[in-house]
């Protein structure tokens, strides 16, 4: 990942000028790469014949052990579930491992990921050996959320921000990875320009889940499910997939409304159908800016499952004689 190249190149040079920090924060948004970096940092100090320009050779018995994730002076600090909070004893285990001379006679790397997971006691216990490192020991901190951190966390480490690489780079990238062009774009955006994630919504974008919900949707409209369920469960997955579908969807039955051709997928067809003869094309407008308005405003903090639960309530709706036109067919 070639974005990532400058970031180590300046901290393989610290490295050779001795000034190679004891902690480092790594911050950037979702998807950009930190994790990566981390490790290639790691496998650089742990490796036994690293290159001049500090990468792991690959081949000796350290990196044999980091390819299979065994390296004992490679410590990873996570919750022990995802989305969960990093907690004190957690903490208190990892510091006792740092003191431990490295088993290699080398570093000791740990990588705390997410670190804004610490909760406040787990926070507290990781300031010691902040203030007092062990040589030879790396700590790196990695978060997109930076100032989650007790300030007294961040000023004790060297801080080092990702930035998303430019957008041809990232999409080179993407295309190297089997994306085409259109998709690698698409995704891109959808990602914020962090090609990690790009990479993370296009493989999750399978025709299971997009069929799902497009039946789920057909279901809410037909009254046979529930709305406020419904958003609640897209809430609960990460929303963001499903609106853009949704968008996509409501984009194809307009233009199909307005004389166009039927959506070229035939169960988006066939799921779609009802919709486009009963709803007036004014309300599939409104509906169309809502999720536009939605998907903007996705990551501002906003209450997203009130947010959901609206659309909801009001796609619903739009099957309702009562606030659509009236003498429909099919009611
Ligand atoms: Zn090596």
């Not at 948004?29 to 500090?54: F, S, W, Y």
């Not at 990873?76 to 510091?95: H, M, N």
């Not at 889940?209 to 529930?226: E, I, N, P, T, Y």
């Not at 536009?292 to 659309?311: H, K, T």
Request: glycine share 8%; proline share 5%; with cysteine.
């Amino acid at each position: 990942m070639k974005w990532l190249q400058p970031y180590l190149e300046r901290l393989n040079r610290a490295r050779q000028q001795g000034r190679m920090p004891h902690a480092l924060l790594i911050s950037g948004q979702d998807g950009v790469g930190k994790r990566i970096l981390a490790e290639q940092l790691a496998h650089g100090l742990l490796c036994e014949r690293p290159t001049a320009d500090g990468q792991a050779c690959g081949q000796c018995t350290a990196c044999v052990w980091l390819r299979a994730g065994t390296h004992p002076d490679l410590l990873w600090l996570e919750p022990e579930e995802p989305g969960k909070a990093i907690k004190v004893d957690q903490v208190r285990a990892l510091t006792g491992e740092l003191c431990m001379t490295s088993h290699a006679g080398r570093h000791k790397v740990a990588i705390v990921q997410p670190a804004d997971a610490m909760n406040k006691n787990a926070a507290n216990g990781l300031l010691k050996t902040l203030e007092e490192p062990t040589d030879n020991t790396l700590l790196a901190l990695l978060s997109a959320l930076p100032g989650r951190l007790p300030a007294t966390i961040r000023s004790r480490c060297q801080q080092l921000q990702i930035a998303p690489p430019d957008d041809l780079t990232a999409r080179q990238w993407l295309q190297g990875q089997g994306l085409d062009s259109t998709k690698a774009t698409r995704y891109l955006q959808l990602a914020n320009g962090a090609p990690l994630k790009a990479q993370q919504l296009a493989e999750t974008d399978s025709a299971a889940a997009r069929a799902h919900r497009l039946q789920q949707l057909l279901a809410v409209f037909k009254g046979s499910q529930d709305p406020i369920e419904t958003a609640r469960e897209w809430a609960d997955a990460g929303e963001r997939q499903s609106l853009d579908w949704w968008q996509a969807w409501l984009q194809d039955v307009i233009r199909w409304q307005q004389g166009g051709k039927p959506p070229h997928e035939a169960e988006v067809a066939q799921n779609l159908q009802q919709v486009m003869q009963t709803v007036d094309g004014r309300q599939l407008f409104d509906m169309l800016d809502q999720i536009f308005n939605a998907l903007n405003s996705l990551g501002s903090g906003l209450n997203r499952q009130l947010m959901m639960e609206e659309l909801m309530i009001f796609w619903a709706k739009l099957a309702d004689p009562a606030s659509c036109r009236t003498g429909l067919a099919g009611r």
